[in-house]
């Protein structure tokens, strides 16, 4: 991987983290076309740094109001069912699913299930899961009604999100429709409950990667990727927090089942490899929180 291959993946991750449409699934692609195989779990783990850090800063505000209230109603100077507390807790339970089932099947997550195969039958069939959701939920619910038993299955949810192509945030978003709440309510509480995953992720592969290099991209060009991945996140949250409070999701339905069609027809004529270049790294814990997407 060169300078210019690293800039471009770095964009990619920027434009697709948040979307629904699986970031991990565009790097995984994208590799293929630039002829550099698979820029590997580590390498899409790593840049999600600076994914997550335009997530904390876009959504400061909010992080500090709950971390706040959850700190206060721990010594009792708020109560424990202040909203603020709970989600605090909410985000806690959520952030389970993916680190356990991380763990039992990262072999799986590193390996077999970055088959550009598998990843274009996952973009395809949870791209129309979504476009269902949206049709059918009654987007009334806000997030202020958010329960733990529906905070755990946001958190089984995103664990999806083990499997490039199905987009974290897609698959968050999708459960959350599914559950009666508003675009916008599952759009930031998807964000949110994102940040101790994927962070978690990246920097246990960060250090990882720098007392036992895997021999994929350069650590230099991984933190610049991830560098210019949190300029564009910035612009790419903005733009879709503004963009579902208005219209629906169905041009990412749309786009995820017509990239799933043309992966199988490319691989199908020879074009792209389904296995080509596909790296595993022992022992990530959560290349757990790879989104794909995701958001």
């Known amino acids: 991987m060169g300078i210019f291959e690293a800039i471009l993946l770095g964009i990619i991750q920027g434009l697709t ?38 997530v904390i800063v876009f959504f400061w505000r909010d992080i500090v109001r709950i971390i706040g209230a959850w700190a206060r109603s721990l010594s009792g100077r708020i109560p424990r069912t202040d909203p603020n507390a709970l989600m605090g807790w909410w985000i806690i339970l959520g952030t389970l699913p993916i680190v356990v089932l991380g763990l039992l099947f990262q072999d799986q997550i590193e390996t077999t299930l970055r088959s550009l195969w ?32 529906h905070g755990l299955a946001y958190g089984f949810a995103q664990a999806l999100a083990l499997i490039p192509g199905v987009s974290r945030s897609g698959g968050t978003i999708t459960a959350g429709l599914l559950m009666g709440y508003t675009r916008e309510a599952a759009a930031r509480y998807s964000f949110l409950l994102a940040i101790p995953a994927v962070l978690g992720s990246g920097f246990y592969q960060l250090i990882k990667e720098v007392r036992e290099p895997s021999g994929g991209a350069p650590m230099s060009l991984t933190i610049l990727a991830s560098a210019i991945a949190f300029v564009v996140a910035i612009f790419v949250i903005k733009f879709f927090m503004s963009y579902i409070s208005k219209r629906s999701f169905m041009p990412f339905v749309v786009y995820r089942v017509l990239l799933g069609i043309v992966i199988m027809v490319l691989l199908g004529t020879g074009v792209l490899s389904a296995e080509s270049g596909m790296a595993a790294a022992d022992g990530a814990v959560a290349v757990a929180a790879t989104n794909g997407g995701g958001l």
């Not at 293929?32 to 600076?50: H, N, S, V």
């Not at 979504?130 to 202020?144: M, S």
């Open 17 to 54: 983290e948040f979307l629904p449409i699986s970031s991990s699934a565009h790097l995984r692609i994208a590799s293929e076309l630039l002829g550099i195989g698979d820029a590997g779990a580590a390498f899409t783990a790593i840049t999600q740094i600076g994914t997550e850090a335009a």
């Open 118 to 149: 598998f990843v274009a039958t996952t973009l395809i069939v949870f791209g129309l899961l979504l476009g269902v959701a949206d049709r059918v939920g009654r987007k009334t619910r806000p997030l202020e009604r958010l329960t733990w038993k």
